[in-house]
């Protein structure tokens, strides 16, 4: 049970003693840790329940608290707020439970659920731009996050590899190099194992190809075309599409690698494509979908924002799917075969009418089952103007050259403060990444989701304030101090109980447990990044007040190196959630 709950259960049951609904005995961290440490503000709710006088009721409640060894003082300020103080001997007590379990006192997951997140979406033969970058850290923090829950985690890609993108590129390789033998319908197999196209092809080809039809109509029926015959199965076509994805994923996995970001799935849409015919069979059967104006549609029911919904649209009147077919597909796959319990699509809240559609049409389908699906919508990264960002030229850009940006900023931040002058060039190399990754991540993920903000570089590369970086740093700072102890012959001994600077910094190792719960619950990692940068500052505090390596009492000394120890745990723990890695020096 983490802390939060124990105090819960308490004061559950000293309201269910006093006579009122166990659910008021709620409690929170106080928004005046100079006066108590924790509030139970259900008193006031109570009173206005029943008409009641607050401050009557609370005193009731402090009548029925059972103290024992947990609760130090309790008071009553203004009309019916209850604070809360703990005894240090129940904070140390928690910080040495903790300092024993792998786990750092965070339970498993009860009951465990298998959840899959879907996320990055990048799309075969487009580079990744600035615009993957908040699915991509998101999604791969929340499945994260899921597993060190004790969650059974899988995560997919969910590729874009079947739209009519991929026949405007087969009419561009054909201008290109129409002598091929994909394109020779009496050729059936043996077609060449190298890819006659490079991602830098790719890449230059799709935006020409894509001009090139939407300025000439013929064009795009050509290209309308090969997509079709492509989706039936055309030989020719099937074995030049395979080579586009096959080099478009080696890029992905280039980028994503220099996220930090791995994948369970590679799926693309391609893979549910065999799937929707007879899905869209099974619908019409039992009359889930209908025909309207030509188009297979399933008529939405009213999902309680009092806006109607237009019609989840399966199949266009041209026998076209659309992304919506391909999604309610791969929910029904993911439910059956993956025995999905909850399913997070990591994608732009701008999405959120898309995701509304066909998670009712999924849901009146009868294919969700007990699952859960949620759609984790996240806003913009902006530039200084607060439009989306772009490079100096105007353009999008790739993630590939975003990254580069951050690690030669974190490279320069890094010589002017002199950090990390002892190591080698390619150490310094390493490190430079690190702290390149984690401003980038770092300055994402704690901004609520939700939330746009603006991409700063230089701001986010500061060792300083509420940064990735300054938590690398005091991460590193907490394993300089454990090296000079072991290299003097001190160790770590039992944890003391904490004097007044200490305490903030065991009440912050104890809310470990209860901010990853629920940051978990929410799906909001910003809860983590705040718990990281909280932790971090209670612990140079303590560090300002409490001269480790000189402490002559070797129990206290030993005690210090333990709690030191601990909080770096707990560091390395929220930070490897935000897919952050700390480096050993600076």
Not at 218 to 244: D, I, P
Not at 252 to 268: C, P, Q, S
Not at 277 to 294: H, Y
Not at 374 to 393: C, L, M, Q, S, Y
Request: hydrophobic share 40%; with cysteine.
């Amino acid at each position: 049970m983490t802390l939060r709950k124990k105090l819960d259960k308490i004061f559950g049951d000293a309201f269910a003693a006093a006579g009122l609904d166990r659910s008021f005995g709620l409690v929170q961290e106080s928004a005046r840790p100079d006066l108590c440490q924790f509030q139970c503000n259900g008193a006031l709710a109570a009173a206005k329940a029943s008409k009641a006088n607050p401050r009557a009721l609370a005193e009731a409640v402090l009548a029925a608290v059972d103290k024992g060894i947990v609760i130090r003082d309790l008071s009553l300020a203004g009309p019916g707020f209850i604070n809360i103080t703990l005894t240090d001997a129940f904070l140390a007590d928690i910080a040495a439970t903790a300092r024993q379990d792998p786990r750092l006192g965070v339970p498993p997951a009860d009951p465990r659920l298998k959840i899959l997140v879907d996320f990055g979406g990048p799309n075969v033969a487009k580079p990744m731009h600035v615009g993957h970058l908040r699915s991509a850290i998101i999604g791969d923090s929340l499945q994260r996050l899921n597993r060190l829950l004790g969650h059974d985690v899988v995560s997919d890609v969910h590729l874009g590899d079947w739209g009519t993108q991929m026949g405007m590129l087969i009419e561009e390789v054909r201008l290109q190099d129409p002598g091929l033998p994909y394109f020779d319908p009496e050729v059936r197999e043996a077609y060449p194992l190298e890819s006659p196209v490079t991602l830098q092809d790719l890449e230059a080809m799709y935006p020409r190809a894509s001009s090139r039809c939407k300025a000439d109509p013929v064009e795009m029926e050509k290209a309308r075309q090969a997509t079709f015959e492509l989706q039936n199965g055309r030989a020719g076509y099937r074995a030049l599409w395979s080579h586009f994805c096959t080099v478009s994923k080696a890029g992905l996995k280039d980028d994503f690698g220099a996220l930090g970001v791995e994948f369970t799935y590679w799926y693309g849409e391609s893979d549910d494509q065999k799937n929707i015919p007879g899905m869209i069979s099974d619908l019409k059967q039992r009359e889930v979908a209908v025909i309207s104006e030509g188009a297979t549609v399933i008529l939405l029911d009213d999902d309680g924002s009092g806006a109607p919904l237009p019609p989840l649209l399966l199949v266009k009147s041209d026998g076209a799917y659309l992304y919506g077919t391909t999604d309610l597909a791969s929910l029904r796959r993911r439910v059956a075969e993956d025995k999905a319990d909850r399913i997070l699509y990591v994608a732009d809240k701008r999405q959120s009418l898309h995701f509304r559609q066909v998670f009712l049409g999924v849901k009146k389908s009868g294919y969700l089952g007990q699952a859960v699906a949620e759609h984790i919508g996240f806003g913009t990264v902006n530039g200084p103007d607060g439009k989306p960002f772009k490079t100096r030229a105007g353009g999008v850009m790739k993630l590939g050259d975003l990254i580069s940006m951050a690690r030669t900023e974190a490279a320069k931040r890094m010589a002017e403060g002199g950090i990390a002058e002892s190591l080698s060039p390619a150490e310094r190399e390493k490190v430079a990444h690190l702290v390149g990754m984690a401003a980038v991540k770092y300055s994402d993920l704690c901004n609520p989701r939700s939330s746009d903000y603006v991409f700063d570089i230089e701001k986010f590369t500061q060792f300083e304030g509420r940064t990735g970086p300054y938590l690398l740093y005091a991460a590193v700072r907490m394993k300089s101090i454990l090296r000079k102890a072991l290299e003097r012959g001190f160790g770590a001994g039992a944890l003391l109980q904490p004097s007044d600077f200490e305490r903030p910094l065991f009440l912050k190792i104890a809310a470990l447990p209860d901010a990853l719960e629920r940051a978990g619950r929410d799906s909001m990692p910003n809860l983590v990044c705040d718990y990281a940068f909280e932790l971090a500052g209670a612990f140079s505090t303590f560090y300002q007040n409490c001269n480790i390596l000189r402490e002559e009492d070797p129990a206290r000394r030993g005690s210090w190196l333990a709690l030191t120890g601990l909080t770096l745990q707990a560091l390395e723990c929220s930070l490897g959630v935000l897919g952050l890695e700390t480096p050993e020096s600076m």
